[in-house]
Each structure stands twice: as structure tokens, then as C-alpha cells.
């Protein structure tokens, strides 16, 4: 079984500002961990995925996160947030050997201020 | 190419009433998700197919959900006899194949079903 954890269902950051949003997961197995975004009125797009490989993942829009076993963590930045950077992020993870279901955090809406 | 398309994008209907929701998923794309996501929530996995089969239902709310799909083409997520808490936006998504690779899934842009 499998459970992600997204803190904060809200995050505001000024433009050009850290942006930091937090993924913790619960896996019985070796997990895959993913990172979509959701614009408004668009489709899941993904940013980023972990699939054992490098544990600092680098993904599209200046976008990485880094796969901390110890603290069962996969956490979300970008150094300098852009006003287009404003949407909905999910975490998601899966069992490993399997890309079957995709268990998904509850999101973290950005706000990026002016 | 064209990516994950889903038909309608808003439903309404009325309590009791059958509604179906069609996916095209993206060409030469074996395996196929339906998710559904109601407001403030994450992503609740419903099924999968591997080409036309669905080995694990169990992600169906209840028996009133049934899906099936035409070959590695068109899905259709039917829902009986509709209930409010039916509400949400079910999504839609599609992979190049089931591999142990975490193959990308795709995802539409959803259909969002009001139940009335």
C-alpha cells in the first residue's frame, strides 16, 4: 500500500522567490514518485519523475526535487518563481515494477504574488 | 500528434439518470487510466486496461461504474443510475505500454460531471 502526503493546500511565494512544495509518501515497496502540475482548465502535465536512478530529479520549467529515503521525501523547487509557475501541483507515487496506478497527494495550489 | 482527448468536457444531469464518458487515448498507446477527482481532492485511481482488458476493477466506487474499451482505442467510463456524491471531474490518461519503467501517463483534460 501507498499514501503521499502533500503539506499545504495553499503556498504563496513573490515572484522570484524560492518556490517549496512539500511531498512526503508511505510505500511498502521501493517507490516511483512523480510531480504533475494542472493549469487551469488543462490536463496533468508531468514535471518530473524519480525511478530509482539519480536521487535529484530534474524536470521542465526549471523544476527538481530530491528523493530523500530517510525522511520519506520527495519535495518540489524551483529557485526563482515565474507568475506562470501560478497552478495546482501533485505529488504521486507508485510501487516500483509497476506503472499500473498512480496513488496522488490531495495538491498544493501556488499563488505566485507580483 | 494529438494528445488525450476526453468528450464531454461538462455533463450535467440528474440524479438516477446513466451517463457515459469517452477517452481517446493517444495513438499506439496500450495501456489506459481512469482517475476521478472531486473538489479539493487528489486523484482517486478507478481502472486500468491493458489493451481491452482490465485486470484490477478494484478501484471502482460501486457497481454502478463499469468501463470497457475497443482495442488499444476509445474507452467509455459508464456510471448507472447517477448519485451526487458521483460530482467530480474524471480524468483520463494513457501510457505508452504497462512496463516496469514507470511509463509516462498522459492525461486528458477531464470531464466534469454535475449531478443535480
Known amino acids: 500500500a501507498q499514501s503521499v502526503t502533500q503539506l499545504g493546500s495553499h503556498v504563496s511565494v513573490s515572484e522570484g522567490a524560492l518556490v517549496l512544495l512539500r511531498c512526503n509518501y508511505s510505500s511498502s515497496v521501493p517507490p516511483y514518485l512523480f510531480w504533475y502540475v494542472q493549469y487551469p482548465n488543462q490536463g496533468l502535465q508531468l514535471l518530473l519523475k524519480y525511478t530509482s536512478a539519480a536521487t535529484l530529479v530534474k524536470g521542465i520549467n526549471g523544476f527538481e526535487a530530491e528523493f530523500k529515503k530517510s525522511e520519506t521525501s520527495f519535495h518540489l523547487t524551483k529557485p526563482s518563481a515565474h507568475m506562470s509557475d501560478a497552478a495546482e501541483y501533485f505529488c504521486?507515487?507508485?510501487?516500483?515494477?509497476?506503472?499500473?496506478?498512480?496513488?496522488f497527494g490531495s495538491g498544493t495550489q501556488l499563488t505566485v504574488l507580483p | 500528434g494529438a494528445g488525450v482527448s476526453q468528450s464531454p468536457s461538462n455533463k450535467v444531469t440528474e440524479k438516477g439518470k446513466d451517463v457515459e464518458l469517452r477517452c481517446d487515448p493517444i495513438?499506439?498507446?496500450?495501456?489506459l487510466y481512469w482517475y476521478r477527482q472531486r473538489l479539493g481532492q487528489g486523484l482517486e485511481f478507478l481502472i486500468y486496461f491493458q489493451g481491452n482488458s482490465a485486470p484490477d476493477k478494484s478501484g471502482l466506487p460501486s457497481d454502478r461504474f463499469s468501463a470497457e474499451r475497443t482495442g488499444e482505442s476509445v474507452s467509455t467510463l459508464t456510471i448507472q443510475r447517477t448519485q451526487q456524491e458521483d460530482s467530480a471531474v474524471y480524468l483520463c490518461?494513457?501510457?505508452?505500454?504497462?512496463?516496469?519503467?514507470?511509463?509516462?501517463?498522459?492525461f486528458g483534460p477531464g470531464t466534469r460531471l454535475t449531478v443535480l
Open positions: 495513438s499506439g498507446h496500450t495501456a
Open positions: 490518461a494513457s501510457s505508452l505500454k504497462l512496463s516496469l519503467n514507470a511509463d509516462t501517463q498522459y
Open positions: 504521486a507515487v507508485s510501487p516500483s515494477g509497476s506503472a499500473r496506478q498512480l496513488t
